[in-house]
Structures are given as structure tokens and as C-alpha cells.
């Protein structure tokens, strides 16, 4: 997959993020000292027949979510509003698959805040299978979590070859 970012997931498959998904997300890269932490949810597709699952689109800050230099809170009417149409308008297909945000360094990694987060959504959340993604988005790389409700183990993914994609 060389117009997105591709990484292993947990089940042997593929985690793959769709470049329309990269770009957006990179549109809010906190690259400067004033850009406030940005964040939305995963939408997209398990593959059939395989262990991927494809992200083909994110949502992005949306009027009532808190975003201040350190921190991102998303208000959850507005983004379970697109969750709802799209999995409508794909007629079931489109999946909830997790959320996303940035974090004001180079290589992200996780906060406490953060997989305090990520443990809530996996045993609070409406979602489709065992796994929730979580992916952060730093100023020069972006790295992905996965998150499985019935361990309650959050793995960092490992990003895959262009040869593999």
C-alpha cells in the first residue's frame, strides 16, 4: 500500500491506514508551538476472508471538543453523529475502529491519560470484534496501538514493509 501507512496487527493481518485517512490526519501535525492537540475517531472496514482491517477515513475536531496544547477531548455527540451515517450509508460496512490524535513529538508515544483512555473505550464502547486501534500522530511519525477487549492488553503495532503492503 504505498499511498498509506501499513502496519501488523496483533492477529497476523494487516492494519492498514488509507491515504486520504494519512493526509488528513497530518493536516493537524503540531508543528508549531501554538497548534493544539487534534483528534477524531477510525472509520473503515475488516477485510473479508483476511485479518486486515483498512482505515478509510478519520473524523477531525468538531464544535464541543477541548483542545489545548497537551490535551485533546473528544465530545462524543458530534463524532458518533458521522459513525452512525456512515455505517448507514455503507449499509453495515463501515466499522467504528477506534480514534486518534496528535502529540506535540517527533516519535509519539502514549500517555497515562491515554491508555487509562484506551482501556475505558474497551470495555465501555459499542464496536464491532475484540480490538479497538489507536493511533498518534507525532510531528515526524505516526504509530498505532491495538487494544483487545477480552485481554485488556494494548500492544504497539510494528510498521510493515512497502513490500508487504
Known sequence: MTDGICFHNISGGLFKIGRDAVLEMRGYVQNDG??????????????????????DQVTVPMPGDKRSRRRF?????????????????????????????????PVPSPSRTDTRDWRRALNQNHFDGD????????????????GSRSTGKISELICATDKEA
Open 34 to 55: 501554538r497548534k493544539p492537540e487534534a483528534g477524531g475517531v477510525l472509520l473503515g472496514r475488516f477485510v473479508v476472508g483476511t485479518t486486515d482491517v483498512v482505515v
Open 73 to 105: 477531548y473528544r465530545e462524543p455527540r458530534n463524532h458518533q453523529a458521522v459513525i452512525d451515517r456512515r455505517w448507514d450509508e455503507s449499509r453495515n460496512r463501515c466499522n467504528y475502529l477506534g480514534g486518534w490524535h496528535t502529540h506535540a513529538e
Open 131 to 146: 480490538t479497538l486501534y489507536c493511533i498518534i500522530v507525532g510531528t515526524r511519525d505516526i504509530r498505532a496501538w491495538e
